[in-house]
T-cell receptor
């Protein structure tokens, strides 16, 4: 059964800092890995989807990488802004279905 | 394109009652998944429907059920509500599993 872990659980950084969020998974035979953002009390917003055949995806200031052999994905946020404050979740699909397993998320605060 | 919509957004019920939540996916999306999100358990998969058929099911009791209509709209029903059913219920739509999931804003259910 896939298990997804995100460390750290919470992070507070000053505006402008580059930062890395980590996601690890136990089953390396994944189909894909997706990063989401969730604002308090809201639904999830898809940020990036990396298929198993890909090594990374980029969107604006965001870059996500995937290393299946080590069971890790990282989300890199460049030049962080207060508007980036949210909880970031990763989800990995593997096994017999494409149902994603979610991590518990990293709560990010970017202070001015 | 309109996003995923969920109704109602907030709901207060008492123990023993039943509740029905609705989800309208993005036009053209045939897969609809439902998740329960709580502070203690995080995001947990309930079930997934594709073309009116339940294709995948999570580890929840039979009090949780769902269905999908021919226009891909989906409903989930929880009977005999318990205090522990208080949660944010999220639905997500996608063209098919393995592709990017798009989440609705969620329905916040409070059971008293």
């Amino acid at each position: 059964k896939q298990e997804v872990t995100q460390i750290p659980a919470a992070l507070s950084v000053p505006e402008g800092e580059n930062l890395v969020l980590n996601c690890s998974f136990t089953d390396s035979a994944i189909y894909n890995l997706q990063w989401f953002r969730q604002d308090p009390g809201k639904g999830l917003t898809s940020l990036l989807l990396i298929q198993s055949s890909q090594r990374e995806q980029t969107s604006g200031r965001l870059n996500a990488s995937l290393d299946k052999s080590s069971g890790r994905s990282t989300l890199y946020i460049a030049a962080s802004q207060p508007g980036d404050s949210a909880t970031y979740l990763c989800a990995s699909s593997s096994g017999g279905s494409y149902i994603p397993t979610f991590g518990r998320g990293t709560s990010l605060i970017v202070h001015p | 394109k309109a996003g995923v919509t969920q109704t109602p957004r907030y709901l207060i019920k008492t123990r023993g009652q039943q509740v029905t939540l609705s989800c309208s996916p993005i036009s053209g999306h045939r897969s609809v998944s439902w998740y329960q999100q709580t502070p203690g358990q995080g995001l947990q998969f309930l079930f997934e429907y594709f073309s009116e058929t339940q294709r995948n099911k999570g580890n929840f009791p039979g009090r949780f059920s769902g269905r999908q209509f021919s226009n891909s709209r989906s409903e989930m029903n929880v009977s005999t509500l318990e205090l522990g059913d208080s949660a944010l219920y999220l639905c997500a739509s996608t063209v098919d599993l393995g592709e990017t999931q798009y989440f609705g804003p969620g329905t916040r259910l409070l059971v008293l």
